[in-house]
Every structure is written in C-alpha cells, then in structure tokens.
C-alpha cells in the first residue's frame, strides 16, 4: 500500500489526459514542488527510459532521476527515484469513465529515505507532499479542462 493515494476526475478524454500527464515536460505545469523536468534519453518513453526532475524541497532544489517501471499507453505507467536522497515510487493509471468523454486519474505515491533522506522524509518530504497533493490535483484538473482543443502531446 502506498503512503499516498489520491484519485481525480476529470472532464477530458482518457486519451488527452494520457497525452498531458506522460509528458515530463509538463510537470511543472502541475506540480507545485517541481521546478523543471525532461526525458533523459532519446526515443520514445518505455520501461527503462529516464527523466530529471528537479523538485524545490523546502528552500532548496533538488534534481533527482526517475526511471519508468511501467508504460502501458494509455491506461498506466510507474516511476521510481534512482539517486539522491529520497527516492520516490509513483504509480499512475489513466481509466475512461462515462464512455470515454470523462476520465479518472488515480496516483499512488510512496518514498524512500537514504543517508540524510532518512531524516529528510519525516521531517520535510512527506509533510510537503500532503500539503501539496490535493493543490496538484486542482492544477491538473484545471489544466487539462480549460486547455482549448486537444492536450499537446
């Protein structure tokens, strides 16, 4: 079980919100804490493939690398931390409500603490990302349903 599990509804089709949330570079767009993010290799994203995130932490910004775990377009995909002090575990499906007009965004998020990530996580990660989940839902929601026409791939 994961120590964060959140769910959000939203008024697009599964195949734009597909397109939005696997695209790293729009992280920032949606996430309060992530300062900026790109693909790491070249090609399309698959199991393996590698993104930088940088994420400010408290008053500091921290890159951390993510490598895919999962990618089954359109319907999930899954990251984990692979340096830097705290590790995160992310696992994100993509499901059509109400015929495909709709679609439900369901994230599980979990963390790892190494070296001062141990003291890092308690203290600082987790009550950051508490604050700022429900803030990063309402961004995605309000980002993909007043975006005119189509979600950028």
């Known amino acids: 079980m994961s120590a964060f599990h959140e769910e959000i509804d939203v008024d697009r089709t599964p195949e734009d919100v597909w397109a939005y949330v696997i695209d790293p570079s729009h992280l920032p767009e949606w996430q309060l ?12 994203l698959h199991p393996g493939s590698r993104v930088r995130v940088t994420r400010r932490v408290g008053s500091r910004e921290m ?72 803030r990063n839902e309402q961004l995605l929601k309000n980002k993909l349903e007043h975006t005119a026409g189509r979600v950028q791939e």
């Open 33 to 44: 804490s992530a300062v900026s993010a790109e693909q790491l290799d070249a090609g399309p």
């Open 63 to 134: 890159p951390m690398t993510m490598e895919f775990t999962e990618y089954e377009p359109p319907h999930s995909w899954g990251l984990r931390g692979v340096d830097g002090p705290v590790r995160g575990t992310f696992h994100g499906v993509v499901e059509p409500l109400d015929d495909g007009r709709r679609t439900r965004v369901t994230m599980d998020l979990d963390f790892e603490g190494h070296g001062i990530g141990k003291v890092l996580l308690p203290l600082l990660v987790r009550p950051q990302v508490r604050k700022e989940l429900p």
